[in-house]
């Protein structure tokens, strides 16, 4: 890998300039190469030639249309690689379509954002999940699309899990053994760094001072813990030595964006090729720094399905505009909408006791 020029680097003002003009394309492109998508435009007051003055003004889909429609801009013939969504137990799942240049692009995305702190070079890796979780690679979970994304930026790749899901004491020791001394790379959805490597480095007295842990997700089930994210970040610091410690929020519906947490860990941040907007749960409206609303995410990246523009069912609020560690937008993820179907991933995990 080479190091990226930072993705992390547009003000505000300059972002929505870039983003309004390849968001109208986009929403074209897909207008033009989805029948479903067309209608939906059509039904909703967004005919073509339709001009737009804000990035705010620009259709959106909800999230929740992709476990309910097969929302496509590809031909079936050209469909690369299927990405599901991990609801809850016998929910629907959400269904992208990726094509082989629209996995490509996500994935170098994706890298762009990551090198930002984790630097040039792949580094050890701890992953805390289990291998088992990979076994179908066409057809993965959002849970397993995260992990086997991830782990094209490490090497020597070591689980935290055995294939029956249960901590791999040895596993972890040997790893850091060998590569405790020089910087390593973890990734973890964030419930089960928790649980399957932040209690286990704690009592096994391992030293994770080298580590750059990579996390997203879980929350939930952490609030009966009265672990937050400041909670988090102190006792792993306090306990294992781990302190460079990166939150990110990120969906399967815009796979290979992620709104990475800034090395302060004071809030989450858009790359320069996405953003968010967040609105008025009643009106709908765009609300202002400061108040409370559900998340709008926009990115330039979903060019074989229509996933642009998405209203998601999580709740957000944006603390700051170009005033922290990284330019743009400041942001935190507070929870989700009354009665929206739990997120999946680690919330989903029924690891082994």
């Avoid at 983003?19 to 989805?34: G, I, K, Q």
């Avoid at 003055?53 to 929740?64: F, I, K, M, S, T």
């Avoid at 954002?113 to 179908?136: E, F, S, Y």
């Avoid at 006792?235 to 709104?259: C, H, P, S, W």
Wanted: proline letters at 5%; hydrophobic letters at 40%; one cysteine or more.
């Amino acid at each position: 890998m080479t190091l990226a020029t930072s993705v992390f680097s547009k003000s505000q003002a300059q972002r929505e300039a870039n983003l309004l003009d390849e968001l109208v394309a986009l929403t074209d492109h897909h207008r033009a190469r989805s029948l479903e998508y067309r209608r939906i435009l059509e039904a909703t007051g967004h005919p073509a030639g339709r001009t737009y003055e804000r990035v705010a003004d620009l259709p959106w889909l909800p999230v929740r249309l992709f476990k309910t429609h097969a929302l496509k801009s590809v031909p079936d013939d050209e469909v690369f690689k299927l990405l599901t969504s991990s609801g809850t137990t016998g929910a629907e799942v959400s269904r992208i379509f990726l094509d082989k240049e629209a996995a490509a692009l996500q994935q170098r995305m994706l890298s762009a954002v990551l090198q930002q702190v984790v630097g040039p070079h792949r580094l050890p890796m701890l992953l805390v999940d289990t291998k088992a979780l990979l076994k179908n690679r066409r057809s993965l979970s959002a849970r397993g699309a995260g992990v086997l994304g991830l782990m094209n930026f490490g090497r020597n790749h070591v689980f935290v899990l055995d294939e029956e899901d249960r901590p791999d004491v040895e596993a972890v020791r040997t790893f850091l053994d060998k590569h405790g001394n020089e910087p390593f790379l973890i990734f973890g959805f964030t419930f089960m760094a928790w649980l399957y490597l932040y209690e286990l480095a704690s009592k096994e007295g391992f030293d994770l001072s080298n580590g750059i842990l990579i996390h997203s997700g879980g929350w939930k089930k952490l609030i009966d813990r009265a672990v937050d994210n400041a909670e988090f970040r102190r006792r792993f610091a306090a306990d294992t030595g781990l302190t460079k410690i990166y939150n990110y929020y990120g969906m399967v519906e815009q796979i290979g964006t992620i709104y990475l947490e800034g090395p302060s860990g004071d809030g989450l941040y858009c790359p320069d090729f996405a953003d968010i907007i967040i609105r008025d749960p009643v009106t709908w409206a765009e609300v202002p720094v400061g108040t409370p609303g559900v998340v709008e995410v926009v990115s330039t990246l979903p060019r074989s399905y229509p996933g642009h523009v998405l209203l998601t069912e999580d709740l957000g609020v944006i603390h700051g505009i170009d005033d922290g560690s990284w330019p743009g937008k400041r942001f935190s993820i507070i929870g989700r909408l009354p009665r929206a179907e739990a997120r999946g991933c680690s919330d989903t995990f029924e690891g082994a006791s």
